[in-house]
């Protein structure tokens, strides 16, 4: 069917019901960053493919809203058909609440997808409509009747986390959120978000590509917990056994009905992770949100967590430097064979499950599109003189990398490439060497990352930093080193990304990551300090770096970065390999 087709039947069913509008936030029951493809409703009505992005269709209009990762990728999605793209963030463009407030007459009636829409968000949107007369309402799902051969909600098998890295039991985790309970006079908890609950159950499955999740909720009181779940998953009788020993199974579509008896007393709930469907059962009047208790207990890996994450990054560069190491740069590629060469590696690795995400391999003006992903139509030959953006990262058994390199092709870099690159480095090497106050938050290291680039002029726009799961989701809240006011203070266990960027729109695009662990480093009479531990171990593109704008502390910081590459990685790579990791991480 296509777009008009789909857009023609959606207005039928709005008129049926009397809605001006319908509003599509394009994400899961469960608030999910990355969906399955049953809830892929952006996708299906817009044909827009981008991880994020929000529609509005009215009787007359149909919008697709886009932030700058994806201007040039929805553009194309969406030429030829009745939307519209609004870029986000650019001057003169609404973003699409205002757009309603200031587009809809008053009177209007817009629905919204009762079981995708938080109920945060439909109560601010609510709020703010209702000021100028116009009407929210919580409809079902209005694409369902029109979706032919819809996917089916997602099914894979759980296995268990292994203890040796889980670090806690499933039992003992849910003490621990009773004892949090307690410790506030509360008598349950709903939990909605799906690593928060592969995290507290110690499970892990494969409802979403590249993230190790399941389809189920969570309802933990103090004498009772609830995992709602199709029990066909455990086709281990041992692990069914050992689930049903900490919580009672329930039917997955039994939720929204049982959570009324369920959640009685005063709760807890998070109304950013909670789909406006479970509004009704939880509107006690003595309940307190706020977000998720797990979500931060996840957050703060624990040293059985930490040391899964160090193996996983050892065992991972291994893969990586012998796939640097194997390339050859005066060979012809595309895209997607260099990426599949990396992936080619990391498969050869003990206990690695698969991809973290779809990699992004963006060479010359494709790696100034700092989310790029290259598909068969559009993956460019890789030949000649030319920088390639290469962000990937591994699910291994005990642990989650992300990782990119900048990899230099052909000539020798210009000027300007070597230049751009060091003033990115040395925002990341910045970073990653430095001490910081108990209580920091991320946002107040983000200028460490940017300073350099800020004194030619020049920046990134992305955030800097994002928190990373545990053989979980690579994109893990709440930490964010960023712009962003984000009121979450950096503690020990945390691990972020450290990416600053630059991207230079038809040439190429440069970043760096690694991963990073917050530690304890000192206490003195002014209070307790940390710092980080780099848990990524593969050499930076020397051949990029302009050393005269290196200073010796920088010099210092990467030659011994390179010295622990090498101890770490010389007895687990190839001969072939050895000679290359030597000269990678010989000294500047």
């Given at each position: 069917m296509d777009i008009?087709?789909?857009?023609?039947?959606?207005?039928?069913?709005?008129?049926?019901?009397n809605l001006d509008g319908y509003l599509i936030i394009g994400t899961d029951p469960h608030q999910s960053e990355y969906v399955a493809p049953r809830w892929r409703t952006r996708e299906f009505i817009s044909g827009f493919t981008g991880s994020a992005g929000t529609v509005i269709v009215t009787l007359d209009n149909a919008?697709?809203?886009?932030?700058?990762?994806?201007?040039?990728?929805?553009?194309?999605?969406?030429?030829g058909t009745e939307f519209q793209m609004m870029k986000l963030d650019t001057d003169n463009t609404p973003d699409p609440y205002r757009w309603l407030e200031e587009n809809m007459e008053e009177g209007s009636c817009v629905g919204v997808d009762s079981s995708s829409v938080s109920i945060s968000l439909f109560?601010?949107?609510?709020?703010?409509?209702?000021?100028r007369g116009i009407i929210i309402e919580a409809t079902d799902d209005l694409l369902d009747p029109?979706?032919?051969?819809?996917?089916?909600?997602?099914?894979?098998e759980c296995e268990a986390m292994d203890a040796e890295y889980a670090g806690k039991s499933a039992k003992e985790k849910v003490e621990d959120v009773r004892s949090f309970l307690r410790s506030r006079d509360l008598r349950w908890t709903f939990i909605a978000s799906l690593d928060d609950i592969a995290w507290l159950t110690n499970l892990r499955a494969d409802d979403i590509p590249c993230n190790p999740v399941f389809v189920s909720y969570a309802f933990i009181s103090l004498s009772k917990a609830v995992l709602f779940i199709d029990k066909a998953r455990f086709a281990d009788k041992a692990l069914l056994q050992s689930v049903k020993a900490v919580f009672e199974l329930r039917p997955y579509e039994n939720a929204v009905k049982d959570l009324k008896n369920l959640a009685k007393g005063a709760g807890y709930y998070s109304p950013e992770k909670v789909s406006e469907v479970f509004h009704k059962a939880l509107s006690g009047k003595n309940n307190i949100t706020g977000r998720d208790i797990t979500t931060d207990m996840k957050t703060r890996k624990n040293k059985a967590e930490i040391k899964g994450m160090k193996l996983a990054h050892i065992y991972d560069a291994a893969a990586y430097v012998s796939f640097l190491a194997r390339l050859d740069r005066n060979e012809k590629y595309d895209e997607i064979e260099i990426s599949t060469l990396l992936e080619n590696e990391r498969k050869k690795i003990p206990g690695y499950l698969g991809p973290s995400f779809n990699p992004i391999s963006g060479y010359r003006e494709h790696g100034a599109m700092c989310h790029y992903s290259a598909t068969k139509e559009s993956s460019a030959e890789v030949n000649g003189h030319g920088l390639l953006v290469l962000d990937t990262g591994s699910q291994f058994e005990f642990?989650?990398?992300?990782?990119?390199?900048?990899?230099?092709?052909g000539d020798e870099a210009t000027e300007e490439e070597k230049r751009d690159y060091t003033l990115v480095l040395k925002g990341h090497l910045a970073l990653s060497?430095?001490?910081?106050?108990?209580?920091?938050?991320?946002?107040?290291?983000?200028?460490?990352?940017?300073?350099?680039l800020w004194q030619y002029g020049e920046s990134f726009f992305h955030g800097t930093g994002h928190g990373v799961g545990c053989r979980l989701n690579v994109h893990e809240g709440p930490l964010r080193i960023s712009s962003a006011l984000i009121d979450v203070p950096l503690e020990p266990g945390m691990v972020t990304s450290d990416e600053p960027g630059l991207y230079k729109e038809g040439r190429y695009g440069i970043r760096i990551e690694n991963l990073l662990a917050v530690k304890e480093d000192m206490e003195t009479e002014f209070g307790a300090f940390y710092s980080f531990d780099v848990?990524?171990?593969?050499?930076?593109?020397?051949?990029?770096?302009?050393?005269?704008?290196?200073?010796?502390?920088e010099r210092k910081q990467i030659d011994e970065y390179h010295k622990?590459?090498?101890?770490e990685l010389h007895e687990l790579v190839d001969k072939d390999v050895l000679k290359w990791l030597s000269d990678a991480t010989s000294p500047l």
């Open positions: 008009e087709k789909k857009l023609e039947n959606l207005r039928k069913s709005l008129r049926e019901r919008l697709l809203w886009v932030d700058s990762r994806y201007f040039i990728q929805a553009e194309k999605e969406i030429q109560s601010m949107l609510s709020s703010r409509l209702k000021a029109i979706w032919q051969k819809r996917p089916s909600i997602p099914f894979s642990g989650t990398t992300d990782i990119t390199r900048t990899l230099l092709f060497r430095q001490k910081f106050i108990k209580g920091t938050r991320g946002v107040q290291l983000d200028v460490l990352a940017k300073q350099f848990l990524t171990l593969v050499p930076y593109e020397k051949k990029l770096i302009d050393l005269s704008l290196i200073t010796d502390e622990r590459i090498y101890t």
